[in-house]
């Protein structure tokens, strides 16, 4: 989503992707501050594109292969056109190197979703908090908040003023958007800002691992549910030894063996069982799979912790078992 993410409250509303990837041109390549283009995409044939809903994000895949997941930040309305913003990334793995590098517009891509795990959702009040090219998904849930006439404060850090998108456009909301370029004006005052719990208010995150972390510590003690974060990358923590168990697909009644050191979506490939994947970490939600018996361990960074006391639903390209079988939907 701009890159991806984990919802750390609230149920995720999910949103089918498109079963086959879609056939687009990249129509306008446009420089909206230093180190990012945006994007613009139409279909090949003219037809209406998919409807999504503000936060979410698409696979794109590159003439190279490459498959990487950007958040749409244009217009929800617009089913002519979708819109992506996109950071050259220093370790760029060739995404985004691609696109800045090589990308011309009339150039064919494919594309899948779009797709939602961030659950943008009517609210009494709303805080945004944008870190650099997080601000992507959370414009259109600006913009959305604004048309629905609702109480809303976005705060957007980055490293200067001349990094950080679509600025212009947000100067137009006038005190609503408070910009925090850290040379100049410092970092979001993030403990300050959310010392106090306000109910009905819902807090929509996204940016990178330092603003994330710091935002659900400062968050610890408001309701489930009230705060909702995107994440750009998988977070490295210390998982539970591996242990082997057994995979069966309903659909099918096959039994896979998923053994240490191997994800259940690379057994399942291995055994020529396809399913649905992109990211292969946990973020962008493609693998999502219902789970019809045994316990999941998950290790995803999409579902809240009372999706994942339900146990009825996983993330197979991370996830394991807790249980020597799992009976997955396949
Ligand atoms: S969450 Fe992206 S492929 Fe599994």
Redo the contacts with the bound molecule.
Sequence with gaps: MTQ?SELTAGTPKRQSPASSPLEVVASQLRWEAEGVVSLQLRSRTGERLPRWEPGAHVDLILPTGIER?YSLCGPVDDPSCYQLGVRRERTSRGGSEYVHAFLRPGQPLLLKGPRSNFGFRRAGSYLFIAGGIGITPILPMVRQAQSWGADWQLLYGGHTADSMPFLEELREYGPRVRVFPADTVGRIPLTEVVAQVRPELEIFACGPESLISALNEATAHWPAGSVHVERFKSRPRVRSEDTPFEVVCAASGRTVEVPAGRSI?NALEEAGIRS?????????????TAVLDGVPDHR???LSESDRAAGDRM????SRARTPRLVLDL
């Design positions: 991806l997941q979506l649905a994947a992109s990211c292969r970490s946990g973020l962008c939600g493609s693998c999502d995803d960074e999409i993330f197979i390209c991370v």
